[in-house]
């Protein structure tokens, strides 16, 4: 089945340490999605490729970065965790950014 | 500021009655909405949509209905089963800058009780 997969499903990093979030997909869509989703709030967006295309929204925080080296993968970098980035995070893809958007399990990640 | 706005945290309904999910949102300028739908430890998945230039869209027991002057929509399942608990997003997409990003609420938690 075609898919959206994240790794990992849990993460644990301490205070400032780097850590590296994992998405692939299976259906070769166009768009890559990163949200981030604290408990009992909205998923928020942090940013999205367009192909190569990226684009970071205005309130997005330095310290968080994304990578896709190639149409399959994309990851998500937070250079510097503080205790407020500990959330869920989703990945999600779709065709086009007007389109249905498909989403992984997500990460959650867990700052200790 | 919410643009996109779930008043409603939770909802207990009796199996096979009418669950209404309500949403609410602010910005004119959307004009596509979806209905998410998440069980725990999965993602969200696409549930139903519907476009500003429509009033309703239905797909089998799913209902979505569009007021634009009342910036409100709202999701019937009609019957209700247990299997439908779980947590509902509404989301709202606006085209911005060449491109479309979606907003989406904070979530309202079904429960269909047996």
């Not at chain 1, 205005?58 to 990851?75: G, I, M, V």
């Not at chain 2, 009655?17 to 998410?36: A, E, G, H, P, Q």
Request: hydrophobic residues 30%; positive net charge.
């Amino acid at each position: 089945d075609a898919m959206v997969i994240q790794n990992p499903r849990y993460q644990v990093t301490q205070f400032g340490k780097p850590v590296t979030l994992s998405c692939s997909q299976t259906l070769n869509h166009n768009v890559m999605y990163w949200y981030q989703q604290k408990s009992s709030q909205a998923p928020k967006l942090l940013f999205h490729y367009y192909d190569k295309d990226f684009n970071n929204e205005a309130d997005t925080p330095d310290n968080f970065q994304s990578r896709r080296p190639n149409t399959s993968f994309c990851f998500l970098d937070i250079r510097s965790p503080g205790l407020g980035d500990a959330a869920m995070y989703l990945c999600a893809t779709s065709s086009h950014t007007r389109d249905t958007q498909y989403f992984g399990p997500g990460t959650r990640l867990t700052v200790l | 500021d919410q643009q996109v706005k779930q008043n409603s945290p939770s909802l207990s309904v009796q199996e096979g009655r009418i669950s209404i999910l309500n949403c609410d949102y602010t910005n004119s300028m959307f004009d596509y909405f979806l209905w998410y739908k998440k069980y725990p430890a999965e993602g969200p998945t696409f549930l139903i949509s519907i476009s500003s230039i429509k009033d309703k869209n239905e797909d089998g027991r799913f209902t979505v209905f569009l007021n634009k002057s009342a910036k409100h929509l709202s999701l019937h399942i009609v019957p209700s089963q247990p299997g439908d608990s779980a947590v509902y997003f509404c989301a709202a997409s606006e085209p911005t800058s060449g491109t479309y990003k979606y907003i989406f609420g904070t979530g309202t938690r079904l429960k269909v009780l047996a």
